[in-house]
């Protein structure tokens, strides 16, 4: 199943609404449970991020083929890499 704009927006909402007390990968995994959810460092990944917030790189992933792949294109997405930033960068 792909990532609806509907979602993406929810997604990108939680992000950047993210306070630091707390990481968002709990609740995102919460709401969007068809979803693959990977959780990592930003220096795990070397493909540009989708959109960038204070504290996290966000990758979309297309697991649709036989080879799971960073993609661009949300209607391909069927899972989300949360890349965390360090502190400072």
Not at 63 to 69: R, Y
């Amino acid at each position: 199943m792909a990532l609806t704009t509907e979602e993406l927006i929810e997604i990108e909402r939680l992000l950047a609404a993210d306070g630091g007390e707390t990481g968002p990968f709990v609740e995102l995994r919460r709401r969007f449970p068809q979803l693959a959810w990977v959780r990592c460092d930003a220096s795990d990944v070397a493909d540009p991020p989708f959109r960038q917030f204070p504290r996290f790189d966000l990758h979309l992933v297309d697991g649709s083929d036989h080879c799971v792949q960073i993609t661009a294109d949300p209607t391909r997405a069927t899972g989300i890499v949360l890349a965390k930033k360090e502190c400072g960068r």
